[in-house]
C-alpha cells in the first residue's frame, strides 16, 4: 500500500495532463510532471517551447485551461499555500529598484511572516551565500545585471520553500556565478531537501546539474530521464563529428552518400555530419579516407561522446515555438 504521507514528501507537485492556450496558439498541452523532494529538475526546450507558461502554472500564477496541479496531494491549491510551499523566480528579473539588497531581502522575509530580526538574520546569510555582502547597502538599480540576477534568485528562497522554481537563473550570469548558482541549488536539494525545478537553455550544465531533465518542444513534453539515461535512449554512447570546409549541399549529398557504405546511423547539419560510434572510434580513420576520396575538406573530426545536447538537438530538430489549435 503507498503511504500518502511519504508519497506527498517525495512528491510535494505535481501537475497533470495541464494545457494551456493563447489566443489560437496552444502553448502547453497535456503536459504531466512530478517534482521530488531533493531533487533537481531540468526543463529544456527551445525558444517558445511553453517552458515560461508551464512554470507559470507550476507556482500558480497562470491557470491551467486543462488539467490539475497537485500541491501536497491538494489539488487546484490557494495562493497562500503556492507562495508559502513554492519560492519563484521568474525569467524577467524583478527586484525592488529603490531598495537596497538587504533591505528588500528583510522585507521579503517579513512579508512571508518573518519577525524583523529573523527576516534580517537570514537576508545576511542569503547576501554572503550569493556573494552580495559587499553590496548589501547599495540600491538594487546600481547592481550590475549578474548582480540583480543572483539578488531575484535569492528573494525566491527568502522563506526556505520547499519547492524552489527557476526560470532561467543562469541567464545573463558570468562563469563564476553561474558555478555559484549551481553548488547553492545542489546543496539545497543534498542538504535541505528542497525539490529544485529550472529552466535552462545550457545543455552542458543541465547534463551536469540535473538528477532529471524533461525536454520539451511545441508545449509537449517529448521525453524525460536522467542525463544518462536520456543519452543512451536516444543512440550510440559515441559519436564521430566531422566539419566540413563546404557547406554547398551536392558535396554534403555526395559525401553522405559514400559514407553511408560505412553502415553508422547519420545527421547532417549544414556544414557538420555526426555518424553513431562507438568506444574504439574505429570509425575516425575509415571516415577520414572517404572524405579525401570524395575531395571534401575536413575542417575538424572529432570521436567524442554523445551528450544531452546531441539529443536535445535531435529531439526538437526543426522546430521553433508553440502549435496553433
Ligand atoms: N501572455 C501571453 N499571451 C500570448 N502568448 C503568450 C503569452 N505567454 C506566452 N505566450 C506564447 O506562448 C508560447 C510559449 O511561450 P513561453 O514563454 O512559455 O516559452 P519559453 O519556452 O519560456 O521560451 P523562452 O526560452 O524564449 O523563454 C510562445 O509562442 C509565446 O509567444
Ligand atoms: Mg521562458
Redesign the pocket.
Known sequence: MIDRQTESTQAPLRVQQISRT??E?L??RHFSITIKSGELLSLL????????????MLTGILRPDQGEVILDDTSQPGRREISRRIGYCP?RIIVWMDLTCLEQLTFAGELYGLSHRDARSRAMELLEIFNLSPKKNALAKTLSGGMQRRLSVALAMVHKPAILVL??PEAGLDPQSRVLIRNVLHSLCRSDNTAVVL?T?DMAEAELLSDRVAI?NR?MLLAEGTPEALIAENGSAYLVEMRLTTAVPADIERLTHALGRLGAKMVAKDNTIILDSDASGALVRPVRTIAAAENVAITELRHRKRTLEDVFLSLTAGSM??VAK
Open positions: 493563447f489566443g496558439l502553448a502547453v526546450g527551445p525558444n517558445g517551447a511553453g517552458k515560461t507558461t508551464l512554470i507559470r525569467q526560470d532561467e529552466s537553455h520539451m508545449g515555438g508553440g
